[in-house]
């Protein structure tokens, strides 16, 4: 159970307190009234002595009294008027009014990873949606108190045991006493006490009225004369009191002086109020007052409504005037409604003395004499009756357990549960004493005889007053000092059961039940409470179940072991029953509180519902934001609920907002649907205008293309380069790359650089989380505008927000939208949020369809607010150590003055080139901007693709001059130039990147520059294959150029005709054709052998000139200057030359072998297109570098290296031969190098030739030489290989140590051209080795040129 002001003890000694009844005159009551006040009320706060009192049991030992509370009331006789009220409405109104206070200290409970919060405001904190709770959360963790108190508990709690209806089975709630009060302003005030007496003893003894009951017949009455201190004479009230001590002794009477105070002067002085936190807050229909035995309960029935005290502490009840004049009807004395006044306006602190002075006089010197005496009376009258001992005490085993069951007539009447006992029966007597024993706080002598009169009503099967026994004997046990004995728990359990099961009043169980659940409580016992307390719910009560169950969830949370999910259940069980019972404030505390445990735990089902009561209730309280934000949080977990189920907590969501938000100041905030905050990304500028016709425009970058790190950092290269040609080869200090487009993945640290004019797009990413679709309506972005003047325009003359009219979501769909702002003023812009109408959708196949009006009016206008988290930071010590999070400024674009905007457009521009072949298009340029602009560049990934024909260098560079007639492009104007593409050298697809750059013709704007992006992708296929190579041939070179058409037989050209080689160099140049001598025209697969002569240039050294020669192949000459051969070529020439490895360690021999001679190769070829034969044109580039090496015009492709098997046995690979062996012998061709024969006469060709042998060791070597034809070998490649060697075809020799021969041979040719003789095979060993012979290493190539005389 929750903590309690009271202790266990002061809250059972509260319940059960001595009853005193008042009886006042008219005129009593009218001087009492002064203070807005009955007499009953004015002394209720000081019904609680403050000094203890003594009393002596039958034993004659004295007993002290402490801390001892009466209760005083007035006497109802009447029956309880009709409107009067229920007792079942009255506790609801107590608990409906006691709510928690608004700013009460934090009452919190911290058990392992929870923590619970109990005051108002920190329920409130626990909803997620409220915006203090992580201060709420920072307090529980420094709060050392863990007290959860329940206010609106005790304050039912002692309602309910005051409005116990009165039984005959127990005395606690009988009158001892009664106070006959009269005023000094009477006429004869003895008179009246009489008239009060009478009137009394007929109330008790006339048997008229069956209420209120009374304790004994000897009922002590105590004279009490009121004197109004401010009205009457002061003499004669003394003389009036002197005379009634006279009469009723100087014990039995009391002068009360009261008013001192006027009540015109009372706000000149303080005086407390102690009265306001006793009196119950009438409501305004005046209800009548009753009587705290108000109503009558038949012995075991079932509880019924009945009129009851007001709501207060114990023992108080509304004021009621008994009018013992009988012309007047009881109703007739108006009684002014205790409202918002001040209560005891006339009194002094002098009077609440006085006051205190007489309750502790009334108490001590009548009524615990008058207690004391009927204890010993009932003492005497039981021994005297069972002819015992006259001690109790030496003999309570005796005459306790001796009892007989009483005869009774047929005539006397029967109880449902058990036998009922006339007034005079033993067994009442020793239940009186016993009441009275435990009134005054003899709780030893109280046990005894509720135990001993607990046996003799079993015995006779009494079982109501037997259930009464049990629990008063289990509560004296309890209360004994010293504890002599255990608390007797299942006493309490044995009565809980009998009045419930057996006697059918769950009154008293109920009572039975709250005290032996506060008892256990305080011994630690919280698992047997809340059992005890959850036994006695039921579906009769709800306010009583409700109640129950929320101190049975206090005891889960208060054991050794807190049991926090029981809390949270039985919490929501009790919130359950509240609602049921109407108390809906309670009711969301409860949902609230439980909400606690369930909040992110995975509980999605159980916080849904949680969530989805407590908007309802929230609705029902008139709480509109509280019950949004809780439907929101409905409709933002990702909910497991079923569609229907999501339509419905839409539908609520809804209804909520346009029931009472009604028009608010601004939007409110929506949770559907989702938006990826970090997934937003934003585009600044035109989207390019689509192709027309036979153009194609450049891709350039937009947000329907996917973010490529690789390629952004090509972009980023190209523009760098770009803004370093236009600034003198150098990129200002300040560059910053142009952003076109963001989102998460780019660089948002600064604010991007929008223009004006110029739309700003912002791509949302949406998705519903429900099963049901959601239609949105007059979606705009919502933003905030500041002007670079600071200007204080209207932001909507500066923003022109673009409105989607609507927007559909599929149920769990996600989906994107784009959302625009124009800009129309510089300055700096902030999208802060997005603005749109939410509605529940009717379905995917009605959505066409004209819906239900219901669906189109239940819409609700809002907003969902953009906050961007930037990158989490990860570069010092302390942000490793912590959570940190960088800037983000993807939506604050600057706005600045307007600038050109340039539109390419590609005419005929081809997909698909041969390899090497040169086509030509055309680009159109246009400014669509309101700026001229000028300083048009292009640059690419591939500067040897294209070429304005405008090339002013020889170098290679990535970036081109666009020649622009005039420099500059005005708005509006559009110009088109010529642009010439050359397929790649490699076969395959290629994605060729154009970055175009320009600036604008105006000074003074923020944004220096602007780009446009351009992506081709070209398909290149196989056209000529072109090897070469060169030999040293006298003080020049043999250029050996061979060419193969290796096109596809299928789509590709089907000849080839080789128009022109050209040569480029610095060093060398052709100046002579060898071969062939006609056109070469190649088929598909045929492969032509050129043959050219070289010839060193003679320039400085320090000379950069190129030298170009063109030897024509073909019957037109071709200047290639005069082409855009040049344009294509010097761009690559250097990417044609890589560097040789280890060239910086090359010696002055091996330099002398470059050569730096670039071949190209220029051809047509004829393609059928559309039954039109078209000539395709091209050139192909081959760099030699070095003689002796060769160079082809094929880039080798990119393979995946094979798999390689794993062997797990080693195999032992022959070893090479060592490298001593492979130079044993030196060799070397003697023979003319031209030699003119006429084919015509013969036409075999015979050239002597001899071979030079030398042995470069000291020991004879054996020599094998092969003369047989290897014209497939790779290892020594021919010019021409159609000759052979004529005679022997292999020889054994044997040299000597250092010896030289030379060996005589013979080859013959069949036609003319240039061959190489260098094809013996040579192989030698040591002279009487065992190992195989080694291949010696092979000369230069020997070559011989054979002409036709």
């Not at 990129?731 to 739309?759: I, K, M, W, Y």
Request: aromatic share 8%; glycine share 6%.
């Amino acid at each position: 159970m929750a903590q309690c002001v009271q202790s266990v003890e002061e809250f059972v000694q509260d319940s059960f307190v001595p009853m005193v009844a008042v009886l006042c005159s008219e005129e009593a009551e009218r001087v009492s009234m002064k203070n807005n006040l009955h007499f009953s009320e004015l002394l209720r706060p000081f019904c609680r002595l403050t000094s203890e009192g003594h009393i002596r049991d039958p034993n004659n030992q004295v007993h002290v009294v402490k801390n001892l509370r009466i209760c005083v009331s007035n006497i109802a006789t009447g029956p309880p008027s009709s409107a009067a009220m229920p007792r079942r409405r009255l506790l609801s109104e107590v608990v409906q009014s006691t709510q928690p206070q608004e700013g009460a200290a934090t009452n919190v409970m911290t058990t392992g990873d929870y923590e619970l919060s109990f005051s108002d405001d920190s329920v409130r904190a626990s909803a997620p949606w409220h915006s203090v709770w992580k201060q709420t959360l920072s307090e529980i963790y420094t709060c050392e108190q863990h007290t959860v108190t329940t206010p609106w508990f005790e304050a039912y709690r002692e309602n309910f045991l005051q409005s116990t209806p009165v039984s005959d089975h127990e005395f606690l709630n009988h009158y001892l006493a009664c106070l006959l009060v009269a005023s000094s302003s009477e006429a004869v005030p003895v008179e009246q006490f009489l008239k009060l007496s009478q009137e009394q003893h007929r109330i008790q003894h006339s048997g008229e009225f069956p209420l209120p009951k009374w304790f004994t017949p000897n009922t002590l009455k105590y004279y009490v004369l009121l004197h109004d201190v401010s009205a009457s004479d002061e003499l004669r009230a003394d003389a009036v009191y002197e005379d009634m001590k006279q009469r009723y002794g100087a014990q039995g009477c009391h002068l009360l002086k009261i008013n001192s105070c006027n009540a015109s002067n009372q706000g000149t002085e303080q005086i407390p109020d102690p009265w306001s936190q006793y009196l119950q807050r009438r409501s305004q229909d005046s209800l009548e007052d009753v009587v705290s035995s108000g109503g009558a309960v038949e012995l075991g029935a079932a509880e019924v409504e009945f009129p009851l005290e007001e709501v207060g502490v114990p023992g108080t009840v509304c004021s009621y005037t008994l009018n013992t004049d009988p012309k007047m009807a009881a109703g007739d004395l108006e009684i002014p409604a205790c409202g918002a006044e001040n209560h005891g306006a006339c009194l002094s602190l002098n009077d609440h003395d006085r006051i205190r002075h007489f309750i502790q006089d009334f108490t001590f010197r009548g009524l615990l004499p008058h207690i004391e005496k009927n204890i010993r009376q009932l003492n005497d009258q039981l021994v005297s009756r069972k002819g015992l001992s006259r001690s109790l005490f030496t003999a309570t085993k005796k005459w306790f357990g001796g009892g007989k069951i009483p005869e009774k007539s047929s005539a006397e009447p029967k109880s449902t549960c058990g036998v009922l006992y006339p007034p005079e029966a033993p067994e009442l007597q020793i239940r009186k004493m016993a009441d009275l024993c435990f009134l005054v706080q003899h709780y030893e002598l109280a046990y005894s005889c509720y135990h001993t009169a607990k046996k003799d009503f079993l015995s006779d099967q009494a079982m109501l007053y037997a259930a009464g026994a049990l629990e008063m004997a289990a509560v004296s046990a309890f209360l004994q000092a010293g504890a002599p004995r255990p608390y007797p728990a299942h006493y309490m359990d044995t009565a809980i059961q009998t009045y419930r099961d057996v006697c059918r009043n769950t009154v008293l169980a109920e009572r039975c039940a709250l005290l032996s659940a506060d008892i256990l409580k305080s011994q630690g016992k919280y698992s047997e409470a809340a059992t005890l307390l959850i036994k006695m719910t039921s579906e009769d009560c709800d306010l009583r179940s409700a109640l129950l169950l929320e101190q049975a969830a206090h005891c889960f949370i208060n054991m050794r072991t807190p049991m926090v999910r029981k809390f949270s259940f039985h919490m929501i069980l009790a919130g359950h029953r509240f609602s049921k019972a109407g108390q809906r404030r309670h009711a969301l505390r409860c949902y609230l509180q439980a909400l606690q445990v369930y909040r992110g735990r995975g509980w999605s089902l159980a916080e849904d519902h949680i969530n989805f009561t407590v908007g309802r209730q929230s609705f029902t309280l008139g709480q509109a934001e509280c019950a949004a934000a809780a439907f929101r949080l409905v409709l933002t977990n990702d909910s497991r609920q079923t569609a229907a189920q999501q339509g419905a907590f839409l539908r609520e969501f809804l209804y909520v907002h346009q029931s009472t938000l009604g028009i608010p100041e601004e939007l409110p905030l929506l949770p559907l649907p989702h938006i990826h905050s970090s997934a937003v990304r934003v585009y600044l500028g035109h989207e390019r205008r689509p192709a027309q016709g036979e153009k194609q425009a450049a891709t350039h970058v937009s947000l329907d293309q996917e973010l490529d790190h690789d390629q952004a950092a090509v972009w980023v290269r190209l523009e760098e380069r770009l803004v370093a040609a236009a600034n003198g080869g150098a990129a200002p200090a300040g560059f910053q790359p142009t952003q076109s487009c963001l989102d998460q993945h780019t660089d948002n640290q600064r604010p991007p650089q929008a223009v004006v004019n110029e739309p700003v797009v912002v791509e949302l990413t949406l998705r519903n989380p429900l099963k049901v679709p959601l239609l949105l309506s007059d979606l705009s972005l919502l933003w905030t505008f500041q002007e670079d003047d600071d200007a204080t325009t209207d932001e909507d003359e500066a923003v022109t927000p673009e409105v989607v009219q609507e927007f559909f979501l599929s149920p769990e769909e996600t989906k994107t939208i784009r959302l625009r702002l124009l800009p129309c003023r510089t300055g700096q812009m902030k999208v802060v949020g997005v603005a749109y109408e939410l509605a529940a959708a009717p379905c995917a196949e009605t959505l066409h369809s004209d819906p239900s009006p219901a669906l189109r009016t239940l819409a609700v206008r809002g907003r969902q607010d953009l906050h961007i988290q930037g990158p989490r930071l990860n570069l010092t010590k302390e942000d490793k150590m912590t959570v940190r999070h960088g800037v983000d400024c993807r939506l604050e674009p600057v706005i600045t003055a307007p600038m050109p905007l340039m539109e390419v457009f590609f005419l005929d521009f081809p997909t698909a080139l041969l390899c090497g072949e040169v086509r030509r298009t055309v680009v159109e340029f246009g400014n669509v901007g309101a700026v001229a602009l000028r300083g048009l560049r292009v640059a690419s990934t591939h500067a040897d693709f294209f070429t304005f024909g405008c090339r002013t260098t020889r170098t290679r560079t990535d970036e081109e001059v666009v020649p622009i007639d005039g420099g500059e492009l005005r708005p509006g104007e559009s110009t088109q130039l010529p642009l010439w593409l050359r397929g790649p050298d490699q076969e395959g697809v290629h994605e060729i990147h154009f970055l175009f750059y320009y600036q604008s013709a105006e000074g003074g704007s923020k944004v220096r520059h602007r780009v446009l992006h351009h992506t081709a992708f070209i398909c290149a296929s196989r056209s000529l294959s072109v090897r070469a190579s060169a030999r040293r041939s006298g003080g020049g070179a043999l250029v050996f150029v061979d060419v193969e058409n290796i096109a596809a037989s299928d789509g590709g050209p089907p000849d080839f005709q080789i128009l022109q080689v050209s040569s480029s160099s610095r060093r060398w140049r052709l100046h002579q054709r060898i071969n062939p001598t006609a056109d070469c025209k190649l088929s598909s697969r045929e492969r032509a052998k050129l043959c050219f002569r070289a010839a060193p240039c003679y320039h400085s050294q320090e000379s950069e000139q190129h030298t170009v020669a063109d030897l024509n192949l073909g019957s037109e000459q071709t200047m290639s200057s005069s082409t855009r051969c040049p344009d294509f070529f010097f761009p690559v020439s250097k990417s044609l030359q890589p560097e040789a490895p280890g060239s910086k360690t090359l010696d002055s021999g091996t330099k002398c072998d470059e050569l730096d001679l670039t071949i190209i190769i220029m051809w047509k070829a004829p393609v059928l297109e559309d039954n039109k034969e078209q000539i395709l044109e091209g050139q192909l580039h081959v760099a030699l570098q070095t003689i002796g090496k060769d160079a082809t015009s094929l880039l080798p492709k990119e393979e995946a290296p094979e798999m390689m098997l794993l062997k797990f046995k080693s195999e032992l690979l022959p070893a090479p031969p060592p490298a001593e062996f492979s130079q044993l012998i030196k060799t070397n061709l003697e023979h003319p190098e031209n030699f003119t024969h006429s084919f015509h006469r013969s036409s075999l060709c015979v050239v002597p030739v001899a071979l030079t042998l030398s042995n470069c060791c000291s020991d004879a070597v054996d020599v094998d030489v092969d003369l047989r034809n290897r014209s497939g070998s790779s290892e020594s490649p021919d010019v021409h290989s159609c000759f052979s060697w004529v005679g022997k075809s292999r020889m054994a020799l044997q040299l000597q140590p250092r010896e030289v021969r030379s060996v005589g041979l013979r080859a013959c040719f069949l036609r003319a051209g240039v061959y190489n003789l260098n094809t013996p095979r040579i192989s030698a060993r040591t002279a009487g080795g065992s190992g195989s012979a080694g291949r010696q290493a092979a000369t230069g190539p020997a070559l011989i040129v054979i002409g036709c005389a």
